[in-house]
């Protein structure tokens, strides 16, 4: 049997064993899973929540975020989302659902929609990043004047629509509730609807 | 700045640069100590989901990153606290490409950093696969750096030691390790 001693730099073997190599690693914060954790991250605060969520495993939460999603555009096929109720259907939503990728969305309900700072009426008129700019024709909730600009938290791109769901558009009228000057979308920024619009503002008493 | 101070912006403004800087950083270190990419990733957000609640903790430049190591280190080792390095490795590594029994280095490097004690493996590491300086080291580990300089030393003798004890230990045997030590596949053992 022959007698070997490691005659190398211990530090270069280590080196040369990085598992990291073997493995697969963003480089950029651009991959989905970076900019969906941000935002859930973020948003927990401007969510102000009374009733925080379960310490349940963050990446299920996201998992479970995205299936619930998936419920709603389900159910926002043909333009209305309905939440069931027992006793009547409600419309909840207008065209909520871009994708069926809304990652960081919680579970639409109207308590949370109402709790918002601002809700309004209101063409999109400009985007500038994450900056969007709205014309406003009615306010339901907070604010004032003709005109608001909201952060939309990410740049208004493809990304931000496969995270958000929500298709922001120059030109395009919508429904929109806003906290602490963030833009919410995850079907809670909708498109435009008269009936919705009805709806909302009994919803808010305006 | 934390939750009392600075509008809400200007804090979202504020974890975006600590989180565009130590993302792929984060993920990397939790990747590498993790059972699984699930595991890691989960890892990696309790560690910003902390350093988020503890914004105005977080320490500058060229603090700012080593820090975070330190709360990622406290995620995992709460999350994997008695769990066996090696075997989470191992099944991490089972999900992608498992190394080529060729690669006799990767598994006889891996065999003697099991071996060593935790803080040597740890110290090691984090020098090494993290490209982390002694002063980063120093905060991640609440040591000062000067200890850092001396724990090193003896690691990389202690892990020296230990390839020659791997490789020694891997001449006697009949039955190579082909990764990390599992029993060898057909036609894989040497023959008499």
Partial sequence: ?206 | MGSGGGSPRERVERFRLVYDAAYPRIVAYALRRARSREDALDAVSETFMTVWRRLDQVPPEPATIPWMFGVARRVLANQYRGADRRQRLETRLAETASPSPADSEYAQVHAALDRLRPDDREILTLSVWDDLDNDEIAVVLGIRPSAVAVRLHRARKRLAAELDRTLKSQTRSRTPEVVYGTQPGPGEVEPE
């Fill in chain 1, 1 to 206: 049997m022959t007698r070997k001693r490691f005659d190398g730099d211990p530090l270069e073997a280590l080196r040369r064993s990085d598992p990291l190599d073997r493995l697969e690693v963003p480089t950029d914060t651009s991959e989905a899973h970076a900019r969906a954790l941000f935002q859930e991250i973020t948003q927990m605060e401007t969510m102000k929540t009374e009733t925080p969520a379960p310490r349940r495993r963050m990446g299920m939460r996201i998992a479970f975020g995205m299936a619930s999603a998936v419920a709603v555009a389900a159910a926002a096929i043909g333009g209305y989302a309905l939440l069931a109720d027992e006793a009547e259907p409600r419309i909840a939503g207008g065209e909520p659902i871009g994708s069926g990728a809304m990652q960081m969305c919680i579970q639409f309900d109207e308590a949370t929609l109402v709790a918002q700072d601002m809700a309004f009426d209101g063409t999109l008129v400009g985007i500038d990043g994450s900056f969007v700019s709205f014309e406003v024709h009615r306010w339901y909730k907070g604010g004032e004047g003709d005109t608001v600009t909201l952060d939309a938290g990410y740049p208004v791109d493809d990304v931000f629509v496969a995270l958000e769901g929500a298709p922001l558009d120059e030109g395009q009228r919508y429904l929109a509730v806003a906290s602490d000057g963030f833009l919410w979308s995850c079907g809670y920024t909708v498109t435009y609807d008269s009936d919705l619009a009805d709806h909302w503002a009994e919803l808010f008493g305006a």
